[in-house]
């Protein structure tokens, strides 16, 4: 650790190592990363990178940039989870880096140390760090163009304006309004809690007058948009700004909902092993809020809770965007820990190998509870994981041993090293063992039903199913209606079950494998 904390590249090295590790391993997750990725494969097919589809249809999720990032990569390193997955790898990477910048000046280079691992062995960044998704390119455009935010706060200084004014043109290019949203809301926050009126408008003027920042973000942003606007009209306003962005505030979609607690309970899970630290920050808010940059964060970490909570559709991941100012918090209170901090970090540690071990060692005892159908029939292909929880068990005696090290073992070092050094090792066991494991049980039947379908002459759809990561390992589009005599069909193995209780005639089995089916179908009798 000491190394980590002189020489920054060491550090940054770590880091990326981390992000890279076993990036690779596990299949594509269905829906989010199949969707991301068919639409990216589709880019590419096509050769359209102004426009993306799902199996053939306009995809509105999402505007466009993370597509080119994918598509780029692809471009380079070939169709395969490792490529799709390596954008999202190095912004989480910076992610990390870019806490680390900001910090150091501010707070000294161990607390900036601190909060850069802290913040990569989390639970949340590691996972949409190395998900093919828009999230962690988002996460990166937000904390640089807030942290650019507060250095304009701090200084007045026109220059981090126009950066911030930047990453958030970049922003609206990978997600949205939200890019902008939570930068203005986290400096009008610190602006107007300071309850002085007069800086509130000088600064205020000085955003809306600066033509140069503005200029950077329309220049940046626009010109996509207007192009998706003249292709599509008002099927992209309504499928991009009402129900990607207005409806799902003002209500629950598909079925993402929870309570105005929902948060409260998401947030401390996404932050082990480091949560218990939140209590440490907690004890200390007052202090933290006398402390212009303590405000700081506590106001953006702060708005995104309280408006995420209000939210009709919630998603884990939606509290990322406000999880890095307490990161830093709690870095900041991983330097004055005592021994009964250490204990509780480590018990963090411990619980997050439980998430992850304990479930597939115990899967036996429990998979009969299991009611959907199709998850009982993928779980029920589970073999024993021996490597995983051979490792599990050995990072735990680390996380222990660590915590209970004689003082004289740990002369000379921060108080910060064992935890860290912990962390560290249950990331690894939980990339390395349990992502790879949980992955090939969970998704690997439809990769080897896209496998057996690739390059068969007959047309494949599916059927009363959504895995979109078939159509990426299939190489080609597979719409979702009911099969025409003469196609196979992607199906449920419980949904056939049905489908022969009405009319055995009607379709041939071609393959099956844990609770996944391709089937021919003939056509219903008449």
């Not at 033509?211 to 950077?216: D, F, G, N, Q, T």
């Not at 890095?324 to 204990?343: D, H, K, Q, S, Y």
């Not at 009982?376 to 073999?383: D, I, K, Q, V, Y």
Request: aromatic residues 10%.
């Amino acid at each position: 650790m000491n190394a980590l904390k002189r020489w920054p590249w060491a550090l940054a090295l770590a880091v990326l190592a981390l992000a890279l590790f076993q990036l690779g391993a596990a299949p594509l997750f269905d829906v989010d990363e199949g969707a991301f990725s068919e639409a990216t494969r589709e880019m590419l097919d096509s050769g359209d990178w102004g426009h993306t589809t799902l199996n053939g249809e306009d995809r509105f999720d999402k505007p466009i940039l993370v597509y080119w990032l994918q598509a780029a990569s692809v471009s380079l390193l070939g169709l395969n989870e490792f490529a799709l997955r390596l954008p999202s790898a190095l912004c989480a990477w910076g992610w990390a880096l870019a806490l680390y910048g900001f910090a150091r000046p501010r707070l000294g280079q161990r607390t900036a140390t601190s909060a850069a691992l802290m913040l990569a062995t989390s639970l949340g960044v590691m996972a949409i760090g190395r998900a093919a998704t828009a999230d962690a390119l988002l996460n990166l455009l937000l904390v640089l163009a807030v942290f650019d935010a507060w250095r304009w706060l701090d200084t007045e200084a026109k220059a981090p304006l126009r950066r911030a004014f930047a990453w958030m043109g970049l922003g609206l290019l990978a997600k949205g309004p939200v890019a902008v949203l939570i930068p203005v809301a986290a400096a009008g926050v610190w602006l107007i809690t300071a309850w002085d009126w007069r800086a509130v408008g000088r600064r205020l003027v000085q955003a809306v007058s600066d033509v140069p920042a503005w200029a950077l973000l329309i220049g940046i942003a626009a010109p996509w948009y207007a192009y998706a606007l003249h292709r599509h009209g008002q099927a992209f306003v309504d499928g991009f700004f009402i129900r990607h962005n207005l409806a799902r505030y003002s209500g629950a979609m598909e079925q993402h909902g929870g309570g105005v607690g929902y948060y409260l309970v998401v947030l401390p899970l996404l932050l082990l092993p480091w949560a218990p630290l939140l209590a440490a920050v907690g004890r200390r808010v007052r202090g933290h809020w006398r402390d212009p940059l303590g405000r700081f964060l506590l106001g953006w970490g702060g708005f995104v809770l309280v408006f995420f909570s209000l939210s009709g559709t919630k998603l884990p991941h939606y509290v990322l965007y406000g999880a890095t100012p307490f990161v830093l918090l709690m870095a900041i209170e991983l330097e004055r820990c005592g021994a009964l901090m250490r204990w509780a970090i480590a018990l963090g540690c411990l619980a997050l190998l439980a998430l992850v071990v304990l479930p597939a060692w115990t899967m036996p005892q429990w998979i009969g509870q299991v009611r959907h159908p199709m998850y009982r029939a993928l779980l029920g292909g589970a073999h024993t994981p021996t490597a995983l929880i051979i490792a599990g068990t050995v990072a735990a005696g680390v996380v222990l041993g660590l915590a209970a090290a004689p003082a004289r073992l740990r002369a000379g070092l921060p108080g910060s090293a064992a935890p860290l050094l912990g962390a560290c090792v249950v990331a690894l066991v939980l990339l390395g063992f349990g992502l790879p494991w949980w992955g090939t049980l969970l998704q690997g039947p439809v990769r080897d039903a896209a496998i057996f379908a690739r390059g068969r002459p007959e047309p494949v759809v599916q059927w009363q199913l959504h895995q979109p990561s078939f159509a990426v390992y299939r190489g080609q589009p597979t719409p979702r209606r009911k099969p025409q005599p003469g196609e196979l069909a992607l199906i449920r193995v419980d949904h056939l079950k049905k489908l022969a209780a009405e009319d055995a005639t009607a379709w041939e089995p071609v393959f099956e494998e844990h609770g996944i089916a391709l089937i021919r179908w003939r056509g219903a009798a008449k």
